[in-house]
């Protein structure tokens, strides 16, 4: 193998795909990337078996073929040269690279050894295209309710599904719950995507892409982005019936501004870490306002206070830490903030009509 390539494009993949590879692996090749050519085009790519990402970018191609060299060393050397172009020949297993007066021999492994990239079926499958913006912001509104405990797999993903022709994302790690819908559909989908190929996606979206293409078949889904692929196999089993979960009505709720009331919330969180987060928010109809105290036995403790639109009177203990980063990825200037009493999940949302997200979180015992 023989080409030329710029040293931004080279970079640039081998950054977007050099995170899948892994240095803990008991398949020492996992830890490389694939060089291949492909028509005027070089292919690199990388795989876990789990995720695989592959890029296509233009190259002068002298001489088809193909490697694999180790992903964190070409990435490190590559983004470490000068912004010209960039030489690679394959000489036996070992790779040249020249740009200028810089030159390094990295030794490789032959591609034949590389695990075969994965492939999509096609004809049985659901396609979408996604509006990026949209897309990037549904995903961080759910990703951060999953959870991290692998004996719970089916939590471990945002589950992505159609309900009453529309397509909606939801996640849930059993203290809290996040549900976003995205667009309308005509088609049925059922599908838990894992949350580390869904960080994989938002890492590859570039600022001039316009619309994700989304793929599932069976077993796997493919995200792809312009020259860019991702493709993942499915979490497998059955996602929880989250719906009945939250609840129809509230008793109590209280409007206001969510710049303010995650000021208190981030000041309460301070005093809270002593308490795993314990924080007591109490809404009280009479005055009209929303406070919250926590207490740190060692350092002291705190009360904060704001307006609000108040129906309803009462108090609930929740963790500090969820619902601030629930505030920080609602896309408002007014929320709501809804229970039913202090054993009853609260349930957060923007005050707009056509609001199409919500938070639940359950509350500690307080």
């Known amino acids: 193998m023989e080409l030329t390539v710029t040293q931004e494009n080279f970079a640039r993949a081998l950054s977007a795909v050099g995170r899948v590879a892994s240095s803990k692996t ?5 830890s490389n990337i694939l060089l291949r050519t492909d028509g005027n085009r070089l292919l690199v790519a990388a795989t876990n078996l789990e995720i695989a990402t592959t890029q296509y970018i ?3 191609i002298a001489k088809p073929g193909a490697i694999t060299v180790p992903a964190r060393l070409i990435s490190e050397f590559v983004s470490s040269l000068p912004k010209d172009s960039i030489e690679l020949k394959v000489v036996g297993e070992n790779i040249h690279i020249t740009s200028g007066k810089y030159h390094s021999i990295i030794n490789g ?3 034949d050894d590389f695990p075969e990239l994965p492939t999509i079926n ?3 499958s659901v396609t ?3 509006n990026t913006e949209e897309f990037k912001q549904a995903v961080s509104q759910t990703i951060i309710t999953a959870s991290s405990d692998s004996t719970r797999p089916v939590l471990t993903g945002v589950y992505w599904h159609s309900h009453e022709g529309f397509i909606y994302l939801a996640a849930t790690d059993g203290y809290r719950l996040s549900e976003r819908r995205l667009v309308e559909t005509t088609s049925e989908v059922a599908a838990i995507i894992p949350t580390q190929t ?3 996606v938002l890492r590859t979206i570039v600022e001039d892409v316009d619309t994700i293409d989304i793929l599932f078949d069976e077993s796997q889904v493919r995200f792809r982005i312009n020259e860019a692929e ?5 979490v497998d089993g059955n996602f929880p019936d989250y719906r009945q979960l939250i609840p129809a009505n509230s008793d109590i709720t209280a409007t206001m501004n969510k710049t303010e009331f995650g000021r208190v919330t981030k000041i309460a969180g301070l005093f809270a870490r002593e308490s795993g987060g314990s924080v007591t928010v109490t809404v009280d109809e009479d005055a009209k306002t929303v406070s919250l105290h926590s207490i ?3 350092l002291g403790e705190n009360t904060s206070e704001l307006d609000a639109d108040v129906t309803g009177s009462g108090q609930v203990t929740l963790n500090s830490r969820y619902l601030t980063e629930a505030l920080g990825v609602l896309d408002a200037d007014t929320i709501s903030f809804s229970f039913s009493g202090k054993l009853s999940p609260i349930i957060l949302k923007s005050t707009a009509k056509d609001t199409n997200y919500y938070h639940v979180i359950m509350p500690l015992k307080s």
């Open 26 to 30: 008991q398949l020492p090749i996992l």
């Open 198 to 200: 869904l960080q994989e």
């Open 58 to 60: 233009g190259a002068k």
């Open 296 to 298: 740190a036995s060692e």
């Open 109 to 111: 492994v032959i591609a």
């Open 230 to 234: 991702v493709i993942s196999r499915l």
């Open 128 to 130: 979408y295209a996604i």
């Open 122 to 124: 096609e004809d049985n």
